[in-house]
DNA sequence: AATGACCGTTCCTTATATGGAACGTTGTTT
DNA sequence: AAACAACGTTCCATATAAGGAACGGTCATT
C-alpha cells in the first residue's frame, strides 16, 4: 500500500526519510549508515544531505549529519496555525483549579496523539510528556476521547488497523470491541478515561475541543497518580476538564 | 553567493523552500502561488507536494497545502539531542531565585538567535517568546552573551554582514564598533544586558553556557520590564543569571 | 607491513524526474 | 452570455539527477 502511486520526487521523499531516520538517532549519522537505513544509494544521499546542509537544515561534523535548528521553524509555525496553543496557556494560567495536575494538549494524527503542548505539575508523576511526542490514541485518555467524537466510519477504519496484540500496559484495552462500548461511556460522561493503559500507575483524564460542527480539533487531558486517582476525585477532576474543554472549544478560532 | 556549487537534488532543495515557505504563511496555498513564491514550475511544486502528502508531512485540504504535525517529530528530536532543555527546566523547578521573571534558553545559530525554551513568569511582560523564534543576535542578551564568548575572527566574520541600518527600535546597538566595544564589558561582568534593543521597555540580562573549552553551546536570560529593571537589581539579577549558566554548562552533556 | 573492511567522495552513463505547454474547470469580469 | 483569468492537473520530450562502480583515505585486524 505505500509506493502504488508513480514514484514523483523521490528527492524529496528521501529527505523526509532521512530527517526521520536523524530524528531517531542519538549520534550524528554518516552517508553509508543513512543509505543502508533508508534503503538508498549512497551517492543519492550524499547528494541530499550536501543540499540539506547547504539549505542549513541539517549541521556536518565531523562524524556525520545531524538536524539542525531550521526545522524548528516548521514546529513553531505548525503549533502557531491556531490559537489553540496560546489559549491553552492562558486559560492554564488563570483558572486553578488543575493547577497541581500536568495538563497536556493534543491531537488526533491517524492512530495516534500527537503532544502539542504540556503544563506540568509541581508533582513529579514519573512520565514526561514532551511536544511533539506521540502514542497509541486507543490508550491514551485525549486519544480516548477524541476517538469518541468522530464518526463511527472513521473510528472503526482507523480501529480495525491497530495491533491489539502489542499493548503497553497489562491495563491497555485489549481489542476493538471492548473499545467501542467503552466509547459510549466516554460520550455519556463526556470525559475519558485511561487508566493505567499508557503506563502502569498512571491515571489521565481526557476531553474533546469539538469545532462548531462537533468534531474534534484537539484534546485536553490532565495526568495523575493511581494513587490519587480516587474515583470520587475522577468524576470531579474529569467534570472540570471536561468543562475547560468546552472553554478552549468556544475560544478556539480558525 | 547563493547557487555556486552545482544543482544536486532541487527536490530536496525545494522542499525546504516550501516548508519555509507554509510556515509563513496564515492560512493554506495552492500550488500556484507557491511555484510563484519559491520561483518554480508548478508542475514540480504539485509533485513535491503530493509526495509530501503522501509522506505525511503535509495536509491537503480544499483550499491548499498546510504543514501537517510530522514535522513536531523533527524539532523534539532536536531539542532532545541533549540534556540541556530538560536541565533548563529542572534547575528553574528547583532554584526559586528567577521564580518571578520570564527566562528563555536560546543558541546562535548565525547571525541570529534560536529560542529553545521559554518559562514564563506570572506577571506580564509585552512580549511573548516561542520555541523556535528568532532574533538578530546583536539586539538579543543572550545573543550578545553568546557572541561575546567565540572567537574575534568569528564574530568579526558574523558582524561584518549585519545590517546595521535596520534596528528594531531607537536604543538598538548601531554599529559593529559600539557591539566590540560593549563586548568587553559583557566579558568582564559575565552577563550581557539588552537595553530595550528588541523590544521598547524590555530589558533582558543574558549569560553564555560555555563547554568545556569555553565555548558557548546556548545562553539564558531573564526578561524584565524597565520599570523593574534599576541598576541595582540589574547588578544582582545578573549576577543569578551567569551562576545559573555556569551551573547548567557543568550538566551539560553530550 | 600487508591485508581487508569501510568510509566519504567523484565520475559517467542512462533511466527518469523535470518543467513548458496544453487541458479542463471554476469563478469573476465585461 | 460570452470572454477572460487563474486554478489544479496531465502530458511528453529532454535536460539532468540518480546511482552503480571506482577511487583514495583511514582504521582494524592479521
Redesign the interface.
Known sequence: MSTQ?KR?????????LI??R???S?KPLGVSEIARDIDAPKS?VY??C???V????LHFEADGY????????????????SSLV?EF?RIL?VDGRLASYTVTLS?L?KDQV?Y?DCR?S?KPLGFTF?????LPAVYSATGKAMLSYISDEERHEILSAVLWDAPFTANSVPNHKKFDADVKVWRAQGYAVDNGEIREGMVCLGAPILNPQGLPVAGIAISMTGAEARLEIQKELGTIVRDIANVLAQRYTS
Open positions: 502511486v514523483r520526487a523521490p528527492a524529496a521523499q528521501r529527505t523526509v530527517l526521520d536523524l530524528s531517531t542519538s543519492s547528494g541530499i550536501e543540499t540539506l547547504a539549505a542549513g537544515v545531524s538536524l539542525g535548528s531550521h526545522c524548528l521553524r516548521w514546529s513553531a509555525a505548525y503549533l502557531n496555525r496560546s496557556r494560567a491531537e494524527d500527537v502539542l506540568n509541581d514532551q511536544v511533539g511526542m506521540r
